[in-house]
Nanobody
């Protein structure tokens, strides 16, 4: 059974930092593209960041570029999202996702990803 488990969310003041982790089990995703998305109640899930299989190519939403960094440790089957200079508008449930079909990031749409974690809440207070 494939599982993606996110951790590292919490409550932080504006300007602070958090590091999210996403650990995969049940199969390896070390040779597959991975991504982070976020969602607020009543809104569509939106792209945050994505990374190719090797970590050599990364992609970011304009709203987080320069503040967030996605990385991966394939030996640990884990993907990270370092979030700095957090803003209240970053508040959301953050989801990790895996693309089981592609090594490179082909699309930034949630529909392109096959496996999802349960999400971790990030709340940024002003």
């Amino acid at each position: 059974q494939v599982q993606l488990v996110e951790s590292g969310g919490g409550l932080v003041q504006a300007g602070g930092s958090l590091r999210l982790s996403c650990a995969a089990s049940g199969r390896t995703f070390s040779n597959r593209a991975m991504g982070w998305f976020r969602q607020n109640p009543g809104k569509e899930r939106e792209f945050v960041a994505a990374i190719n299989w090797s970590g050599g190519r990364t992609y970011y939403a304009d709203s987080v570029k320069g503040r967030f960094t996605i990385s991966r440790d394939n030996a640990k089957n884990t993907v990270y999202l370092q979030m700095n200079s957090l803003k209240p508008e970053d508040t959301a449930v953050y989801y990790c996702a895996a693309d089981q079909r592609h090594t490179e990031v082909g699309s930034l749409s949630p529909a392109s990803y096959d496996y999802w974690g349960q999400g971790t809440q990030v709340t940024v207070s002003s």
